[in-house]
């Protein structure tokens, strides 16, 4: 119980500080949130996304599990992104896996571990896709790495499948999707490289198309 009211005491000096440095900052927040930025991250305690961008609350919304996954049968991440394109109309999706991160890890040393096992499974999916790339590793560490980059590069593509993102971008929505990766050892985030902005950049088959009206 000691360990609990140490959280509370913390959350009195925090919320005393806050105040001190501008009065108004939660009236401003409970009157609305207007984010810009919709963060899909890893459910690890190390990284946390307004501490690691440097934003305060109501400047960023987040949606975290284990190892920043996006699948189409998770109504609960589905929730959340349609939330934060169609009512928070936010511009900008980040997809943020973590170095050395525990459920990548786990997802490759087909050690049996339970329910979570058939989550898991999706990564699988992307180790094997990608499987004669990890030849070149040295290391569990290096594989484990290199998977944890191929997995937010998935997952951004997992995004822009959505049906969510999709519509968005038929009515001209501004709104595009990004892969960055953290390290917990520098606490530097890097760009992965992998934008999307347009139903273009995304494979046909992926594409959700008006349906074509009979006459037209």
């Not at 440097?54 to 589905?78: S, Y």
């Not at 290391?139 to 191929?150: A, I, K, Q, S, T």
């Not at 960055?180 to 992926?206: H, M, T």
């Amino acid at each position: 119980m000691a360990e609990l009211l140490t959280l509370l005491n913390s959350n009195l000096e925090w919320a005393k500080r806050i105040k001190a440095e501008n009065p108004r900052f939660f009236n401003m927040l409970s009157e609305q949130q207007a984010p810009e930025y919709l963060w899909i991250g890893c459910s690890d305690s190390r990284v946390p996304a307004n501490t690691i961008v440097g934003m305060l609350p109501g400047e960023i919304f987040v949606h975290r599990n284990v190892a920043n996954m996006v699948i189409h049968t998770d109504l609960n991440c589905l929730s959340v992104i349609q939330f934060a394109v169609e009512v928070l109309q936010v511009k900008y999706i980040i997809v943020c896996g973590h170095y050395g991160c525990g459920g990548v890890a786990a997802a490759i040393k087909n050690k049996p571990l339970g329910l979570i096992d058939n989550w898991l499974r999706h990564i699988k999916d992307v180790y094997y896709h990608y499987r004669t790339a990890f030849d070149s590793c040295i290391d569990d560490e290096e594989r484990v790495d290199m998977l944890c980059e191929f997995n937010v590069i998935q997952q951004v593509a997992n995004v822009c499948h959505t049906t969510v993102v999709q519509d968005a971008w038929q009515r001209q929505q501004p709104l595009s999707i990004h892969g960055w990766i953290y390290s917990i050892r520098d606490g530097i985030l890097r760009d992965l490289g992998v934008n999307y902005d347009a139903p273009e950049q995304v494979p046909e088959v992926y594409r959700n198309l008006p349906v074509a009206q009979p006459g037209k």
